[in-house]
């Protein structure tokens, strides 16, 4: 089992800054790939970014490249997203998840850990 908690969702302005991060516990070395996943009101589960948990490799949709990173620091177990130039509209719960799969993916069912989600509000 891996266990995942997020931290550092609150209320921005638009065209502010947040750092997320999510720590990872148990069985890491079974993680291949960390995503951050987002969920806004009366919308689906969204795809935001994903790294390779040993590697470089890094994935983003479209809405939210150039202006969020993705990052990990593998001696503390932690991935990090870096979000800047925050509009209103990425406005959401933010889901850290882990899959086991060795293929990099966006398909929310096929992470297979999730963590409890922190809320980023940006106002206008």
């Known amino acids: 089992q891996v266990q995942l908690v997020e931290n550092g969702g609150r209320l921005v302005q638009a065209g502010g800054s947040l750092r997320l991060s999510c720590a990872a516990s148990?069985?890491?070395?079974?993680?291949?790939?960390m995503g951050w996943f987002r969920q806004a009101p009366g919308k689906e589960r969204e795809f935001v970014t994903a790294?390779?948990?040993?590697?470089?490799?890094?994935y983003y949709a479209g809405s939210v490249k150039g202006r969020f990173t993705i990052s990990r620091d593998n001696a503390k177990n932690t991935v990090y997203l870096q979000m800047n130039s925050l509009k209103p509209e990425d406005t959401a719960v933010y889901y850290c998840?882990?899959?086991?799969?060795?293929?990099?993916?966006?398909?929310?069912?096929?992470?297979?850990?999730w963590g409890q989600g922190t809320q980023v509000t940006v106002s206008s």
């Open positions: 790294i390779r948990w040993s590697g470089l490799s890094t």
């Open positions: 998840a882990a899959t086991s799969s060795s293929r990099w993916t966006s398909v929310s069912h096929e992470y297979d850990y």
């Open positions: 148990g069985r890491t070395f079974s993680m291949y790939y």
